[in-house]
């Protein structure tokens, strides 16, 4: 499998991280070398394997659903870069595209 | 009369006794911090007022007849991606410079419970992202064996601080060897427990179905003591396991380990070691043969050629779903910015460093549409045959011996622009995470520079006492970890 800077650029908008044209290429040689890596695992045999169950692994425990009272919110609000009164502030959402 | 150099149970006994005060014991700690980390660099915040003003309160209670706890007056040092109250909390990232949690991790409130003084915050890769602890917004942390070479990583800071006599405890996290790896490096114990054993409320999360917490020490009695405190199930991490806990120093009291079979894997060997690594396997291998365990040849053949691709397939997965919380809105480092998505793109560009940003645009390829049924699938089915691999040799052998790390510690620099070497450091100690296994480094000798060299002892689930009991059994051989000079040249 290969990947091509085209889609470095694809990935990174994906992930809302911009990076800048100059870093596209080695990000791209770097996601290559991590495939080839990979490419050993598909010469295995996982017929039948079920990928989400972790053998040995007990299942979630389970607890009552019960409200507890905290009282850190105004500190959580407090770390806030931008805000207006008890609200997050963000800069304009309508109209952008992406 | 100093404190330095003492354990965490000599000390927690020595305030017991009245041989010391909590306060005098903290300011020992502060002062060898204060004379070492302008060159180690293990710490991002130290808190010295708070842990005086501490200190203080448990003196007078203890003055007043309060019974201590089974750490009064033990001064430890957690990494800094462990959510403390009030105090910073960065993960060595620009992105959470100034951010201050809102609450304590569990392991903090366990620590402060039980009478431990936290001095401050450890240096650590950027988002516990990396084997060497360079890639971090504060600067790279040193070896104290060795000041021109790194500490190892992702919990540098922490290892450096216990190997370099700071503190007798310090926390780390391990997600694919970030514990261990250092712990190797800076010739001290470094235990990764079982997945589900100590509570992870509070720990900022890199990859979650691989990240632990554990601790590093010098002794063995130190890691058990840790354990008692740290490890109870915890209704506000369902991953926690609910299952009781037993007295982890019961198993230090074990002296001979007939009837007891260790593995050695024999693929370790196929790859290119450090000859005194080798020499450090055999050396251990020797000592638990002669206090009476059998050893045995065990086979891992997928784990020990596959681990690595699949745990960087899940690794990054699950680093970039749970990075995207990063966002420049609730809090943390934010970017000036026109509308939404240039706030999100300018924010994250900004406040990551190099390597975070490899891995979170790694694991956004992995999980975009088309990809995941190739990449990540197949990564966590190749993960349900390691597990398998490892169930099997527990049924034949009670721990598994194998190195840490394939080298000693390397110098600053030499590896930061190599990421996949830099990979490669954590290659006998990821498989571990993938099976959610508990794992511990223990110190097996010096290269002839005078390096520490590290051996990983590897149990099954919940297997953490039997490997504790081996570990016991090394010290006994073997002396307590020794604590490095810490770039003070007249020391040791």
């Known amino acids: 499998m290969s990947i091509s800077q085209e889609e470095v650029r694809r990935v990174s908008m994906l992930a809302r991280l911009e990076i800048d044209e100059g870093e596209i290429a080695s990000l791209t040689r770097h996601f290559q070398e991590i495939l080839q890596y990979f490419n050993s695992l598909q010469e295995l045999d996982l017929e039948g394997i079920n990928p989400f169950v972790m053998e040995g692994v007990e299942g979630t425990p389970w607890r009552e659903d019960r409200a507890v009272q905290w009282d850190g919110r105004s500190e959580v609000l407090s770390g806030s870069p931008r805000r207006e009164e008890d609200f997050f502030m963000v800069p304009s959402i309508l109209g952008e595209e992406g | ?492």
């Open chain 2, 1 to 492: 009369m100093s404190s330095h150099g003492l354990s965490a149970s000599e000390i927690a006994r020595k305030v017991r006794a009245r041989e010391f005060s909590v306060t005098e014991i903290v300011i020992d700690s502060l002062e060898r911090i204060g004379s070492l980390d302008g060159t180690l660099n293990a710490m991002i915040t130290i808190e010295r007022d708070r842990a005086l003003e501490r200190a203080a309160k448990l003196d007078s209670a203890l003055a007043s007849g309060e019974g201590p706890g089974p750490m009064t007056g033990v001064p430890v040092i957690v990494k800094d991606n462990m959510c403390t109250r009030g105090i910073p909390t960065t993960c060595a990232s620009r992105i959470l410079s100034d951010w201050k949690p809102p609450y304590n991790a569990a392991v903090v409130e366990d620590l402060e419970k039980a009478g431990a003084v936290i001095l401050g915050k450890s240096n650590m890769d950027e988002f516990a992202m990396g084997s060497s602890t360079e890639h971090s917004a504060y600067g790279p942390c040193r070896n104290p064996w060795d000041t021109t070479r790194v500490p190892g990583g992702s919990s540098g800071g922490s290892a450096a601080a216990v190997a370099a006599g700071y503190v007798p405890i310090a926390l780390g996290s391990d997600t694919g060897g970030s514990i261990r790896q250092p712990a190797s490096l800076c010739g001290i114990y470094g235990l990764k427990p079982t997945y589900g054993l100590i509570s992870r409320y509070g720990l900022i999360a890199f990859a979650s179905s691989l990240d632990q917490i554990g601790p590093f020490a010098r002794t063995v009695e130190d890691l058990a003591l840790s354990l008692n405190v740290l490890a109870r199930p915890d209704r506000k991490d369902s991953t926690c396991s609910s299952s009781e806990r037993p007295d982890y120093l019961d198993f230090l009291k074990v002296g001979s380990l007939s009837g007891k079979k260790v593995g050695i894997v024999r693929e370790f060997r196929d790859y290119d070691l450090h000859e005194d690594i080798s020499r450090g396997v055999e050396k251990v291998l020797r000592i638990l043969q002669n206090a009476g365990a059998v050893i045995e040849e065990v086979s891992l053949p997928v784990t020990m050629t596959s681990g690595l691709g699949a745990y960087y397939i899940i690794a990054p997965a699950e680093a970039s779903s749970n990075l995207a919380r990063y966002d420049g809105v609730r809090y943390g480092l934010s970017e000036e910015a026109e509308d939404l998505l240039s706030l999100y793109l300018k924010t994250r560009k900004a406040g990551f460093g190099t390597e975070v940003k490899r891995r979170i645009l790694t694991g956004t390829y992995v999980l975009s549409s088309g990809y995941y049924d190739a990449y990540y699938l197949t990564a966590q089915k190749v993960r349900q045959i390691i597990t398998r691999e490892f169930t099997e040799a527990f049924s034949r052998v009670h721990t598994l011996i194998m190195p840490t790390s394939p080298s000693p510690a390397f110098r600053i620099g030499e590896l930061v622009d190599d990421p996949i070497h830099m990979y490669m450091m954590d290659v006998f100690t990821l498989p571990v995470n993938l099976a959610g296994l508990p794992g511990l480094s223990v110190n097996g000798g010096y290269t002839s520079e005078g390096l520490p060299v590290g051996v990983q002892m590897v149990g099954p689930r919940w297997g953490e006492g039997e490997i504790l009991s081996m570990a016991g059994v090394l010290e006994r051989e073997l002396g307590p970890a020794r604590i490095a000079p810490g770039g003070l040249a007249d020391e040791n």
